[in-house]
């Protein structure tokens, strides 16, 4: 028994250790991008407006975030779709990839807070670096120039990569993790996906037949709205932004 509780805490601390080095790991490229290729082309705004916008979205996005629902015509009910990177889009279209990825921590923290986890954090891990690899290329690509057409293009990259890094993430990880941390043997989860499609029978159907075309209609049902939204909501974003800015180089030079 002793045994099996000392295991118990190494993988999850192992898995504590993975969470905050892909963490870092997502701030850390975004930052350094912000800081080279996109530095003349992402908005200067007070770090108290920064930090007001990304609590402010962030909050909204984990409401979104915990209004998820299952897709269990395409995926097990584990799986859930949710339309929390719309708010984390449009930050991220309005900060930059970095206030992105904060948004989205932002959110899965604040989701911990008040509901907990269902998925021994496996799930809260998986949407928060899933939503990052759409987010952060999709803000790329957007701030390279600013235009609609960019804004297009770049939702269009970061459906694709959230299709095939999320599919690939799922194979080589967070199954994997998940079957581990939360008790439930890997054959007992690819049968789930086999009652769901009869071409699952391995970890590899299961993503390409379950988690692909669930992360395909989740690139859709945020891109769409995010086009429809971001010009409007960035108009505020943006106005209030330069509004504190502007003041506050006021105060500067009369000090």
Not at 25 to 44: C, P, Y
Not at 127 to 132: D, H, K
Not at 183 to 201: Q, W
Request: glycine share 10%; with cysteine; proline share 4%.
């Amino acid at each position: 028994m002793g045994n099996g509780l000392l295991q118990t805490i190494t993988e999850n601390l192992q898995f504590v250790g993975v969470c905050a080095i892909v963490i870092a790991a997502i701030i850390g490229v975004s930052w350094a991008l912000e800081a080279t290729v996109l530095k003349r082309n992402i908005a200067q705004i007070s770090k108290t407006r920064y930090i007001t916008i990304c609590g402010m979205l962030g909050a909204i996005a984990m409401i979104l975030h915990i209004l998820d629902f299952p897709l269990i015509m395409i995926a097990p009910s584990f799986y859930k779709l949710d339309f929390s990177e719309i708010p984390v889009m449009i930050g991220a279209f309005c900060l930059g990839p970095v206030g992105g990825v904060v948004i989205e921590l932002v959110k899965i923290l604040l989701k911990l807070i008040i509901k907990g986890t269902s998925t021994a954090f496996v799930g809260d891990l998986a949407n928060f670096v899933v939503g990052c690899s759409f987010v952060v290329p999709a803000a790329i690509v957007y701030h390279l120039k600013k235009t609609r057409t960019m804004a297009v293009i770049g939702l269009v990259t970061g459906a694709v990569v959230l299709v095939v890094f999320g599919t690939m993430f799922n194979a080589i990880y967070l199954l994997p993790a998940f079957a581990s941390l939360y008790g439930m043997p890997l054959d007992s989860i690819i049968g789930m996906g086999s009652a769901v499609n009869g071409s699952v029978n391995n970890v590899t159907t299961f993503v390409i037949f379950c988690v692909a075309p669930l992360n395909l209609i989740k690139g859709i049902c945020i891109s769409v709205p995010t086009m429809l939204l971001y010009k409007r909501i960035s108009v505020v974003l943006r106005t209030a932004s330069q509004d504190q800015y502007v003041t506050g180089k006021s105060h500067q030079a009369q000090g």
